[in-house]
């Protein structure tokens, strides 16, 4: 079964693409917590950082993170944020960077 993310990957399910390359995919989130809040997924499906491979150039995901955080302006700071399963508050079992900013964060997180 495709995750939701690859429908997104896939087209099958609207969303607010910003970026794509043959690696990731990244768009806006439909709940945004901030008034910039972007989904870095890779194409690959992997289910979260617990199942991450060894090898594979996953700082790919920071470098695009960087990227975006350029494009949308964020030059006082930005959270990056990878949820990893139940208790880490993960929803959709397909590895994504959130990238959040555009407010003032507050320490700790709920
Ligand atoms: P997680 O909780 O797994 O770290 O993050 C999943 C994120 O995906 C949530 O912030 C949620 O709002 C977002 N999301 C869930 N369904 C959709 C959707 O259909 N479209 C978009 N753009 N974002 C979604």
């Known amino acids: 079964m495709a995750t939701l993310f690859t ?3 896939n087209r099958e399910i609207p969303a607010d693409i910003v970026y794509e390359d043959d690696h990731v995919l990244a768009f806006r989130d439909i709940q945004p917590v901030a008034p910039v ?3 870095i997924v890779p194409k690959t499906e992997i289910a979260g950082v617990a199942t991450l ?3 594979g150039d996953h700082q790919y995901l920071l470098n695009v993170a960087k990227l975006l955080a ?3 302006g964020l030059s006082n700071g930005y959270r990056l944020v990878i949820n990893q399963g139940e208790e880490g508050g993960q929803s959709v079992p397909h590895l994504h960077l959130h990238l959040i900013g555009g407010r003032k964060m507050t320490w700790p997180p709920g």
């Open 53 to 55: 491979p060894e090898s």
């Open 37 to 39: 809040h972007i989904l």
């Open 7 to 9: 429908k997104i990957i």
């Open 70 to 72: 350029e494009r949308e």
